[in-house]
């Protein structure tokens, strides 16, 4: 019979419902249970999309002897990471403190008050494998441990359950200053590989963020280096194998320093964010190659990952079709390539452009090939290369694909709206435009609730009260302002950080909590009842850092110094860590841009529909400036004017003048 997981709407969950580990969700009914029987309790936080967390369900949680020790000195229970990201946050700090790691599977013993005393990530089914304890032992000696060490145990639980408190607060005061801009930008040049693009070594993750603050950076310096570092970094990517170059859009981080071995799953949050990163570089270089790679995305997005008719983009694309399998969907072999291809011209010039040989990279299957760009074809291949690509396509779409998790989550459906109303405009692409306003008109419709701010999940009440859900909406509905003019977008902005100064903000110290005050945080209250003030991009935006763009952005749009007034007081509480996150605080780092670098604002007015003003409007957003806020009015006659800081343009009436005076 299934357990009780079968019930949640939750696809990990969901996952996990045939097994034999009695497991139970997230909840007071689970608490109660560990108190009642007095046993401890192993949480267990992955993913639908988590490669390492199916292995772990296959190698243990499904093995009818794991489960036996489990069922019989645990109570068992299974959290969905992108559903709780508050619990995960906080038991990924406790686990972190233990064990020095973080990630996913997170595998925590806790006391029944929901305390951590004993943690790691994945475990293997017998020890030594990866230098990790097997998990049978360790389930005897953790269950032996809390039945006759229990004084340790509680100790030990409590001291770590004070450094998860201590640590949720990210926040330091500190001077706002421009010297923090380029202090950081330094210090994220010193992570770059000037090899192979990037930051840091093996495994390497992309980080979007930190390639538009620097390309700010080159805008307002225009030096050498930090050009660079963009341009090569992004190019490295796009010639990887962490980009999918058959069906568009990039696997969420490379195993090796070159990019080229990724692990498959495809996130959403990634995707929104290099898809930003991408329109950037090619608004302010124009390199064709980041043209190509955002249409990429967009398409696969539109393909595999949004609701068309209800307006939802969906969460990932997993990885691997089952347990044991390790993206054989993705990977090719010199054979299958043949066969698909069933051209040997076409074969030879896909072989030597995408490195397909016997040997490939994959070590569960030696002969399965990662695409990647490894050279350029010849002037006079180009054309049957690209008729390669789409044929190779065609063969793996026959392939049975990999889940797609069609949940929709309030804070990415509206990253990726807000990336697609950029290339709605980058790439002059009305569906992307559509989709992203019928998303946020749901997000509006199904998730806000007035005085208790956004869900988490669309058309669903809870969980609930997450900053990143409504700052995150906040900046999607200011993106839609300048891309329409419509003044509701702002309206429902104003209306999102109106509430975020009740419920999340730190009247005593400045900055937003992550969870609202008085929010209904559920069982685990032990960790829950600490709210965190998280500032480090990790991976996604911080909210933080979020919360302070659009108070940027709204006192640039609007002029009112009550928003200068927030912004001061959220960047000063927050300014003395600036300097210290490097590249995990390149959203904060934006934000200090805008408050110490003039800003500019393009105000576009005319009569609705074609038209000079209409296209003005359209050179305003497809137009690179870092700081940048456009605001469409209505009126008699066209005409536009530019402001960086406090000098202005006299207004101007036609498209090309515009251009000439942006330029």
Same mark, same amino acid.
């Given at each position: 019979?299934?357990?009780?997981?079968?019930?949640?709407?939750?696809?990990?969950?969901?996952?996990?419902?045939?097994?034999? &580990?009695? @497991?139970?969700?997230?909840?007071?009914?689970?608490?109660?249970?560990?108190?009642?029987?007095?046993?401890?309790?192993?949480?267990?936080?992955?993913?639908?999309?988590?490669?390492?967390?199916?292995?772990?369900?296959?190698?243990?949680?499904?093995?009818?002897?794991?489960?036996?020790?489990?069922?019989?000195?645990?109570?068992?229970?299974?959290?969905?990471?992108?559903?709780?990201?508050?619990?995960?946050?906080?038991?990924?700090?406790? &686990?972190?403190?233990?064990?020095?790691?973080?990630?996913?599977?997170?595998?925590?013993?806790?006391? %029944?008050?929901?305390?951590?005393?004993?943690?790691?990530?994945?475990?293997?089914?017998?020890?030594?494998?990866?230098?990790?304890?097997?998990?049978?032992?360790?389930?005897?000696? &953790?269950?032996?441990?809390?039945?006759?060490?229990?004084?340790?145990?509680?100790?030990?639980?409590?001291?770590?359950?004070?450094?998860?408190?201590?640590?949720?607060?990210?926040?330091?005061?500190?001077?706002?200053?421009?010297?923090?801009?380029?202090?950081?930008?330094?210090?994220?040049?010193?992570?770059?590989?000037?090899?192979?693009?990037?930051?840091?070594?093996?495994?390497?993750?992309?980080?979007?963020?930190?390639?538009?603050?620097?390309?700010?950076? @080159?805008?307002?310096?225009?030096?050498?280096?930090?050009?660079?570092?963009?341009?090569?970094?992004?190019?490295?990517?796009?010639?990887?194998?962490?980009?999918?170059?058959?069906?568009?859009?990039?696997?969420?981080?490379?195993?090796?320093?070159?990019?080229?071995? %990724?692990?498959?799953?495809?996130?959403?949050?990634?995707?929104?964010?290099?898809?930003?990163?991408?329109?950037?570089?090619?608004?302010?270089?124009?390199?064709?190659?980041?043209?190509?790679?955002?249409?990429?995305? &967009?398409? @696969?997005?539109?393909?595999?990952?949004?609701?068309?008719?209800?307006?939802?983009?969906?969460?990932?694309?997993?990885?691997?079709?089952?347990?044991?399998?390790?993206?054989?969907?993705?990977?090719?072999?010199?054979?299958?390539?043949?066969?698909?291809?069933?051209?040997?011209?076409?074969?030879?010039?896909?072989?030597?452009?995408?490195?397909?040989?016997?040997?490939?990279?994959?070590?569960?299957?030696?002969?399965?090939?990662?695409?990647?760009?490894?050279?350029?074809?010849?002037?006079?291949?180009?054309?049957?290369?690209?008729?390669?690509?789409?044929? *190779?396509?065609?063969?793996?779409?026959?392939?049975?694909? %990999?889940?797609?998790?069609?949940?929709?989550?309030?804070?990415?459906?509206?990253?990726?709206?807000?990336?697609?109303?950029?290339?709605?405009?980058?790439?002059?692409?009305?569906?992307?435009?559509? *989709?992203?306003?019928?998303?946020?008109?749901?997000? @509006?419709?199904?998730?806000?609730?007035?005085?208790?701010?956004?869900?988490?999940?669309?058309?669903?009440?809870?969980?609930?009260?997450?900053?990143?859900?409504?700052?995150?909406?906040?900046?999607?509905?200011?993106?839609?302002?300048?891309?329409?003019?419509?003044?509701?977008?702002?309206?429902?902005?104003?209306?999102?950080?109106?509430?975020?100064?009740?419920?999340?903000?730190?009247?005593?110290?400045?900055?937003?909590?992550?969870?609202?005050?008085?929010?209904?945080?559920?069982?685990?209250?032990?960790?829950?009842?600490?709210?965190?003030?998280?500032?480090?991009?990790?991976?996604?935006?911080?909210?933080?850092?979020?919360?302070?763009?659009?108070?940027?952005?709204?006192?640039?749009?609007?002029?009112? %110094?009550?928003?200068?007034?927030?912004?001061?007081?959220?960047?000063?509480?927050?300014?003395?860590?600036?300097?210290?996150?490097?590249?995990?605080?390149?959203?904060?780092?934006?934000?200090?841009?805008?408050?110490?670098?003039?800003?500019?604002?393009?105000?576009?007015?005319?009569?609705?529909?074609?038209?000079?003003?209409?296209?003005?409007?359209?050179?305003?957003?497809?137009?690179?400036?870092?700081?940048?806020?456009?605001?469409?009015?209505?009126?008699?006659?066209?005409?536009?004017?530019?402001?960086?800081?406090?000098?202005?343009?006299?207004?101007?009436?036609?498209?090309?003048?515009?251009?000439?005076?942006?330029?």
């Amino acid at each position: 019979m299934p357990n009780p997981l079968a019930s949640e709407p939750s696809a990990y969950l969901k996952s996990a419902a045939h097994q034999p &580990v009695h @497991w139970l969700p997230w909840g007071d009914a689970a608490f109660a249970r560990a108190r009642a029987e007095d046993k401890p309790m192993l949480l267990d936080i992955g993913a639908v999309w988590c490669h390492w967390c199916h292995v772990m369900d296959g190698e243990s949680y499904e093995d009818p002897s794991v489960a036996e020790v489990l069922n019989r000195d645990f109570v068992c229970v299974k959290v969905d990471r992108d559903e709780r990201p508050d619990v995960d946050a906080r038991y990924q700090r406790a &686990v972190q403190a233990l064990s020095g790691q973080g990630g996913w599977p997170l595998t925590a013993f806790l006391t %029944p008050e929901g305390e951590v005393f004993f943690g790691g990530t994945y475990f293997p089914p017998e020890g030594n494998h990866y230098g990790r304890p097997g998990f049978r032992s360790v389930l005897l000696q &953790v269950g032996r441990a809390y039945r006759e060490d229990r004084e340790r145990i509680t100790t030990n639980a409590r001291a770590i359950r004070q450094h998860v408190m201590e640590s949720l607060n990210e926040a330091k005061p500190g001077a706002v200053s421009a010297a923090l801009v380029g202090l950081g930008a330094d210090q994220i040049a010193r992570m770059f590989d000037t090899r192979y693009g990037g930051f840091g070594t093996a495994p390497k993750f992309p980080h979007p963020a930190a390639c538009e603050f620097l390309l700010t950076r @080159w805008h307002d310096t225009k030096l050498d280096w930090q050009r660079e570092v963009v341009e090569k970094t992004l190019s490295a990517m796009a010639r990887g194998g962490i980009r999918d170059h058959l069906g568009g859009g990039f696997h969420r981080y490379a195993t090796d320093e070159r990019w080229i071995v %990724p692990h498959f799953e495809k996130m959403s949050y990634d995707n929104s964010e290099l898809l930003r990163a991408y329109l950037s570089a090619c608004q302010a270089f124009g390199t064709p190659l980041f043209r190509e790679v955002a249409t990429g995305i &967009v398409d @696969w997005v539109l393909e595999v990952l949004s609701d068309k008719d209800r307006g939802a983009f969906y969460t990932s694309q997993d990885a691997d079709l089952a347990f044991g399998d390790d993206g054989d969907y993705w990977t090719w072999t010199l054979d299958e390539l043949r066969e698909a291809l069933n051209d040997e011209a076409a074969f030879n010039v896909m072989r030597r452009a995408f490195d397909v040989e016997e040997q490939g990279e994959m070590h569960h299957n030696p002969k399965k090939n990662v695409l990647w760009w490894k050279q350029d074809p010849a002037d006079d291949e180009r054309s049957l290369l690209g008729d390669a690509v789409r044929k *190779l396509k065609a063969a793996r779409d026959k392939r049975q694909g %990999p889940f797609v998790d069609r949940a929709a989550y309030v804070n990415w459906n509206a990253m990726m709206a807000g990336a697609f109303l950029q290339a709605g405009a980058v790439l002059d692409r009305e569906d992307c435009n559509a *989709l992203a306003l019928k998303v946020l008109e749901r997000i @509006w419709d199904g998730a806000w609730v007035v005085g208790r701010g956004m869900s988490h999940v669309l058309d669903r009440a809870e969980p609930r009260g997450m900053l990143d859900d409504n700052v995150q909406a906040a900046a999607a509905f200011l993106d839609a302002y300048e891309a329409t003019g419509t003044a509701v977008w702002l309206e429902r902005a104003t209306d999102i950080m109106t509430y975020c100064a009740g419920a999340h903000w730190d009247d005593a110290a400045g900055g937003y909590f992550d969870v609202a005050q008085g929010g209904e945080r559920g069982a685990g209250t032990a960790y829950l009842a600490t709210r965190g003030k998280p500032v480090q991009d990790a991976p996604t935006p911080s909210p933080n850092g979020v919360a302070s763009l659009v108070l940027a952005r709204l006192w640039a749009i609007t002029d009112k %110094p009550e928003w200068r007034t927030q912004l001061d007081g959220q960047l000063g509480a927050f300014a003395g860590s600036a300097g210290e996150l490097s590249l995990h605080g390149a959203t904060l780092l934006r934000a200090v841009d805008w408050a110490v670098h003039p800003v500019t604002r393009i105000e576009v007015a005319g009569p609705a529909g074609e038209g000079p003003a209409c296209a003005m409007h359209l050179i305003a957003l497809q137009t690179y400036r870092p700081r940048k806020v456009v605001v469409r009015r209505i009126a008699a006659a066209p005409a536009a004017t530019v402001c960086v800081g406090t000098t202005c343009s006299l207004p101007v009436d036609a498209p090309a003048r515009l251009t000439e005076l942006l330029a």
